[in-house]
């Protein structure tokens, strides 16, 4: 089974900064991955999924871009910060029919 | 649009009592349900799956999955307070394969002594 792993675990970000989390994943080959972000009091929003190096959807258009730069490797990033870009963002992969989550990063923008 | 609802609670019972969770979808095409527990401040983590009507059980946990209601719960029996947590419901529209699930927004069950 695959692991996946993220960091930061947390981080508190100023407005206006750039972000840049990254996901890596063992165990597996070309998974999907996707970025999934948690606001405060609300459900996981599907931000970006990726079938492979290079390719990126975007589900929701927002202040966030997403990487693929390696096979296990998914990276998602913004050039400046809003408040509103805080939450807690999960990296997730496949496996059967459904979904494993990384352990989340915790981003506080201030 | 695509949505799985859930009473967000809290749902208060006391320890060793069975904590009844409910969900219901909207895509009636929907294929597979799945259950995802979340302690605060940790990644969801899957402790149910449901492919078929009926009910399945695992140890103290049994889901239930009724089609035609568009319908899916989640009996914890004997709770603990170690179930206090966030119980995720989502649905998957396919079979097979890991499409984007939709996931409700949760409901927290808080168990008492």
């Known amino acids: 089974s695959q692991t996946i792993h993220q960091w930061p675990a947390t981080l508190v970000q100023p407005v206006g900064s750039p972000l840049s989390l990254e996901c890596t994943v063992e165990g597996t080959s070309n998974p999907n991955l996707y970025w999934y972000r948690q606001a405060a009091g609300r459900g996981l929003q599907l931000l970006f999924y990726s079938v492979g190096i290079g390719q990126i959807s975007s589900e929701v258009p927002q202040n966030l871009s997403a990487s693929r730069p390696q096979d296990r490797q998914f990276i998602l990033s913004s050039k400046k910060l809003l408040l509103s870009d805080s939450g807690f963002y999960l990296c997730?992969?496949?496996?059967?029919?459904?979904?494993?989550f990384g352990e989340g990063s915790w981003l506080t923008v201030v | 649009q695509k949505e799985v609802e859930q009473n967000s609670g809290p749902l208060s019972v006391p320890e060793g009592a069975i904590a009844s969770l409910n969900c219901t979808y909207s895509?009636?095409?929907?294929?597979?349900f799945f259950w995802y527990r979340q302690y605060s401040g940790k990644s969801p983590e899957l402790i149910m799956s449901?492919?078929?009507?009926g009910d399945k059980e695992d140890g103290r946990f049994t889901a239930q999955l009724n089609k035609a209601s568009q319908y899916v719960s989640l009996l914890i029996r004997d709770s603990q307070p170690s179930d206090s947590a966030t119980y995720l419901c989502?649905?998957?529209?396919?079979?097979?394969?890991?499409?984007?699930?939709?996931f409700g927004t949760g409901t927290r069950l808080q168990v008492t002594l």
């Open positions: 997730a992969c496949p496996s059967g029919n459904t979904i494993y």
């Open positions: 449901i492919y078929s009507n």
């Open positions: 989502a649905v998957n529209p396919q079979t097979g394969t890991a499409s984007k699930l939709t």
């Open positions: 895509d009636r095409g929907s294929q597979s």
